[in-house]
Every structure is written in structure tokens, then in C-alpha cells.
């Protein structure tokens, strides 16, 4: 009996403590990827929905442009969400889906994603049937912010041109 504790005592293995401290490492290790994984979730979100808006009020304009009608882009903070009609206040058909062009935030694939501000008058941007963009109406010079996401980025349209861009507050 006694050599068979002997064998058992040359055997090389981990102690407890060994164990533990690989344990807690592993545990902080997951919890940094788990927090990165949630930080790069929520951004990929916000550049989907900026990219998203910046290319429907292209369209908005566009359609002014080309069906000889006046458009029109409304940001609803309040209800975080934006939306597209026409000058007669007729919404706009979504080519993607149907139904009114209404694009809610806050849920779905767009989840951590909130407006948090516009420089536009009752969040209205018009396009005129020459594509030059107003604000509710009335002409503006340089540059306005349309629509702020998460204090993070914005969508910039340029008085006269209608040119839409993308900025990082």
C-alpha cells in the first residue's frame, strides 16, 4: 500500500490554486470580449441606420427630382422614428416592403439606436421639384444638421445642393 502512494505522489498535476487563478482569467477574459462584443454591436447599429437615412433622404430628393413633386423628410424625436411623403403630406411607398415609408428606431435591428436631436423647424426637410432642400419651407444657407443618432454621428444636408453627408459628432 505504501508503494502505491508513492506512485501516486510523483504524479505531476495542477493544485487547486493553479485551477482557480485559471478559472478567474478565463472569467475576465470573457467578460472583455462579452463588453466589446456589445460596444461593436451597438456601433455597427448606429452605422447601419446613419448610412440608412443618409440613403433615404438621397432618395426623398431623387424622387423630387425625377416625379416633378415636392418631398419631404420628417425626424420625430419624440417617437424616434422618421419618415417620407410628399409635399401633399401623402406618404411615400416604401420600394423596399410597401406600405408608408416609416422607419422606426429604438426596436428590431435597430435597438440601441435613439435621434437625439435635429436643426431642422418641426424636423420637416423639404425637396422642391429642382431637388434644393428647405427648412420647413424656408431657404436656409450653409449647412444643417438633419438628424443627430446617439450623440454620435449626424446626417448634414448643404443649402442649394442638397448634398447629404455623414460626420462624427
Known amino acids: 500500500?505504501?508503494?502505491?502512494?508513492?506512485?501516486?505522489?510523483?504524479?505531476?498535476?495542477?493544485?487547486?490554486?493553479?485551477?482557480?487563478?485559471?478559472?478567474?482569467?478565463?472569467?475576465?477574459?470573457?467578460?472583455?470580449?462579452?463588453?466589446?462584443?456589445?460596444?461593436?454591436?451597438?456601433?455597427?447599429?448606429?452605422?447601419?441606420?446613419?448610412?440608412?437615412?443618409?440613403?433615404?433622404?438621397?432618395?426623398?430628393?431623387?424622387?423630387?427630382?425625377t416625379e416633378g413633386r415636392g418631398s419631404r423628410v420628417y425626424i420625430d424625436v419624440s417617437n424616434n422614428q422618421y419618415y417620407l411623403k410628399w409635399d401633399d403630406e401623402s406618404y411615400m411607398q416604401n420600394p423596399m416592403g410597401g406600405g408608408n415609408f416609416v422607419v422606426q428606431l429604438g426596436d428590431g435591428n435597430f435597438s440601441t439606436v435613439q435621434i437625439t436631436g435635429t436643426a431642422f423647424s418641426g424636423g420637416r426637410l423639404d425637396f422642391g421639384t429642382s431637388g434644393s432642400p428647405?427648412?420647413?419651407?424656408?431657404?436656409?444657407?450653409?449647412?444643417?444638421?438633419?438628424?443627430?443618432?446617439?450623440?454620435?454621428?449626424?446626417v448634414v444636408i448643404t443649402a442649394n445642393t442638397g448634398f447629404v453627408r455623414i460626420e462624427n459628432l
Open 1 to 65: 500500500m505504501k508503494k502505491r502512494c508513492a506512485a501516486f505522489k510523483n504524479q505531476n498535476g495542477f493544485t487547486l490554486i493553479e485551477l482557480v487563478v485559471v478559472i478567474v482569467i478565463v472569467g475576465i477574459l470573457s467578460y472583455a470580449v462579452v463588453a466589446n462584443w456589445s460596444d461593436s454591436h451597438e456601433n455597427l447599429q448606429i452605422n447601419a441606420i446613419i448610412l440608412k437615412m443618409a440613403s433615404d433622404v438621397r432618395y426623398a430628393r431623387d424622387l423630387a427630382l
Open 134 to 154: 428647405r427648412n420647413a419651407g424656408n431657404s436656409f444657407s450653409g449647412e444643417l444638421i438633419l438628424v443627430s443618432i446617439n450623440n454620435e454621428k449626424k
